[in-house]
């Protein structure tokens, strides 16, 4: 079955830093790659995905590429915010969904 | 345009009690299901998931169990609670052809 590697939180940054979080996932096949974000005391939400490699995904000013060739898709943004603290969790597709077990990302003002 | 409606949003329920989530998906038909655990600072587990109505898959065992009794409804149970019940549990659906998935805002549980 799938599995997921993520970074291990938590990750703290000051307000306008580079955030980078690492993802390495193995799949049968090539399954769509999903980021997910969950602010504190909510679900989670679709943050963005990519369907097959080299496919950047990209929302709210985060973006994460598709790499076979790495089995991976690192989510990145330039310029973090406070609002942006919240977990995040990566996921590739697949009838039985697998979750990476999530970074919590802290930004200080 | 499709929503999932989960309830109640928070819960408090002594060990030995029984519980039942319930889980509404509106806009879409023949979803696929799924129900999930989320222990404080971890995680997803998951726990069932749906492909139609009354076909339910487990994924680890334990005292849970779900049924689904309506296309669009996905219920979660307990006969006996334990305190290790404890835990955030999210539904969450995608459509039939997608794996995307759509999460509810979760019901937050306290096993006293």
């Known amino acids: 079955g799938n599995s997921v590697t993520q970074m291990e939180g938590p990750v703290t940054l000051s307000e306008e830093a580079f955030l980078t979080i690492n993802c390495t996932y193995t799949?049968?096949?090539?399954?769509?790659l999903f980021w997910y974000v969950q602010y504190p005391g909510e679900g989670l939400q679709l943050l963005l995905k990519a369907t097959k490699a080299d496919d950047k995904g990209s929302n709210k000013g985060f973006e994460a590429t598709y790499r076979k060739e790495t089995t991976s898709f690192h989510l990145e943004k330039g310029s973090v915010q406070v609002s942006d603290s919240a977990v995040y969790f990566c996921?590739?597709?697949?009838?039985?969904?697998?979750f990476g077990p999530g970074t919590r990302l802290s930004v200080l003002p | 345009s499709q929503t999932i409606h989960q309830w109640p949003a928070t819960l408090v329920q002594p060990v030995g009690s029984p519980l039942s989530l319930e889980c509404t998906v509106e806009?879409?038909?023949?979803?696929?299901l799924y129900w999930y655990r989320q222990a404080a600072g971890r995680g997803l587990q998951l726990l069932f998931y749906?492909?139609?109505?009354?076909?339910i898959s487990s994924e680890v065992p334990q005292n849970l169990s779900a049924s689904r009794p309506q296309d669009r409804q996905f219920i979660l149970s307990s006969k006996k609670l334990l305190l290790s019940d404890s835990g955030f549990y999210l539904c969450?659906?995608?459509?039939?052809?997608?794996?995307?998935?759509?999460f509810g805002p979760g019901t937050r549980l306290t096993v006293t």
């Open positions: 806009g879409t038909s023949n979803p696929n």
């Open positions: 799949a049968t096949g090539y399954p769509s």
């Open positions: 996921a590739p597709a697949g009838q039985n969904f697998v």
């Open positions: 749906s492909v139609g109505i009354g076909q």
């Open positions: 969450a659906y995608a459509r039939s052809n997608s794996y995307e998935q759509y």
